[in-house]
């Protein structure tokens, strides 16, 4: 295997960091590898906020659960659905701007973001840093949007945590059998048993890392995370913005 295979089959979040702001040959290098993602018709839908000021993190940290490591890290970043610049180019070719309406067009754009959020967290990995996605900043977009002064046509989606680790190195988080994700040529029902397997080898890893404080599989946890609503003001929010 290779430098950036190992970055990847080793992931794992980390959720404590150096009080230690990252280098700018670091910041510039992750930037141009999130960049360099795929992008659907190469219409580079997103846009990257990296968050530099103390007291806008502490106020994204209160809208995400108040997690330590979104203000105590060497950059938060957050990463935005991005139609807004497209729109504008539109209107100057003085063509019609309906079509960024369309749940296609959004779905590009989060699609883009998400890949080069991704690129940037390999790369991050490959230089020795630890990350964690933030998903809880959607707790609250209508306020998000506000600190961060987004125009319409976007849509904050997650932010990136990305700095120097300060725990040791741990075990990455075993993934589901590659049997119940992969598919031949067509969709095939899940295997409970594999699924059952899985959901003991989870059970182990959880009691091994916790010692013995969490012991619990991961159909266990899906059906608890998986089973409330939450964020119902997603839809209003999309729709207020185009």
């Known amino acids: 295997m290779n430098q950036a295979i190992d970055a990847i089959l080793g992931h794992y979040s980390v959720r404590k960091f150096e009080d230690k702001d990252l280098t700018e040959e670091a910041l510039t290098l992750l930037i141009k590898s999130a960049q360099a993602a795929s992008t ?3 219409v580079q ?12 993190r502490e106020q994204i940290s209160a809208i995400a659960g108040n997690q330590p490591y979104t203000v105590q890290t060497g950059q938060l970043f957050i990463f935005v659905a991005d139609l ?3 729109h504008a180019i539109l209107e100057e070719h ?33 230089l020795g840093l630890g990350i964690c996605f933030i998903g809880g900043i959607r707790n609250d977009v209508e ?7 987004l125009p319409p046509y976007t849509m ?6 990305i700095g120097y680790p300060v725990a040791n190195k741990e075990k990455a988080k075993p993934r589901l059998p590659q049997d119940l994700v992969y598919h031949e040529n067509t969709y095939q029902k899940m295997n409970p048993t594999i699924l059952t397997e ?36 997603l839809k209003a929010f999309l729709e207020k913005q185009h």
Do not use: C
């Open 94 to 126: 003085q063509v019609d701007t309906t079509a960024l309406e369309t749940s296609e067009k959004w779905l590009v754009s989060v699609i883009d973001a998400a890949l080069a959020a991704q690129n940037m967290a390999v790369a991050a990995e490959s």
């Open 40 to 42: 659907s018709s190469f």
């Open 45 to 56: 839908a997103y846009s990257i906020i990296g968050i530099t000021d103390k007291g806008v």
């Open 198 to 233: 899985y959901d003991e080898q989870i059970k182990n890893y959880y009691d091994e890392r916790t010692a013995g404080k969490r012991v619990e599989g991961w159909s266990e946890q899906i059906a608890r995370g998986l089973g409330r609503t939450s964020r119902l003001d």
């Open 84 to 86: 807004a610049r497209h």
């Open 143 to 149: 306020q998000i949007a506000e600190i961060l002064d």
């Open 156 to 161: 904050p989606l997650f932010g990136l945590t």
